[in-house]
């Protein structure tokens, strides 16, 4: 038992270490991109976000035209402080997005643990460590994670209201639990689409 208890303590310190060293080099290496025009000119989508949240942070809460882009994605960017214009030769103005950055991180890694819970309660003990490692290992990912676009939410948003919906089918029953279960998996899928 004390041996059980001390292995949960280590395992435990180890993660977080592991998250302080990734989350170290990804702040280094946002510092690094900020000085390259693949951070200071976003394009297309990228663009269209950082406008559209600085447009919500300045008090415009409604569209002016319908949203043929997500339409909850720009609310997110301003609500992280990370709307930002764009000068006459489409370079960002300001700062760098780092409330963005920092929330989407949290996202990323935050899908990391959900995969990580449901690969061990889901598969075999010697590969349920592996859907979490697929997606820590999937580039695109992490550099979506500190960009303006919506797909690590989406993930995210996608994998917890799966996980929740799985989490509430094993469990069953019908009562407040359940229900609770189910209206969160719901919103967080809603969200999603």
Do not use: N
Not at 154 to 170: K, P, R
């Amino acid at each position: 038992m004390i041996r059980s208890v001390t292995g949960l303590r280590a395992g435990r310190v180890a993660a977080l270490i592991a998250v302080l060293i990734v989350s170290a080099a990804w702040f280094a290496a946002w510092r690094v991109l900020d000085r390259t025009p693949l951070s200071r000119v976003p394009v297309l989508d990228e663009a269209h976000y950082l406008r559209e949240g600085a447009a919500v942070a300045g008090g415009r809460l409604v569209p002016e035209r319908p949203s043929v882009m997500s339409p909850l994605y720009p609310y997110f960017v301003a609500a992280t402080g990370s709307g930002r214009e764009l000068d006459a030769h489409r370079v960002r103005t300001g700062p760098p997005p780092w409330g963005l950055r920092v929330a989407q991180f949290a996202m990323w890694l935050g899908t990391a643990w959900l995969l990580l819970r449901e690969g061990r309660r889901l598969l075999p003990p010697t590969v349920g460590w592996l859907p979490a490692l697929l997606w820590l290992l999937y580039r695109p990912g992490a550099v979506l994670a500190g960009s303006a676009l919506l797909e690590v939410p989406l993930t995210f948003l996608a994998t917890l209201g799966l996980s929740t919906a799985v989490a509430a089918d094993a469990k069953g029953g019908a009562g407040s639990a359940a229900r609770r279960r189910a209206v969160l998996a719901g919103t967080c899928l809603g969200l999603a689409g």
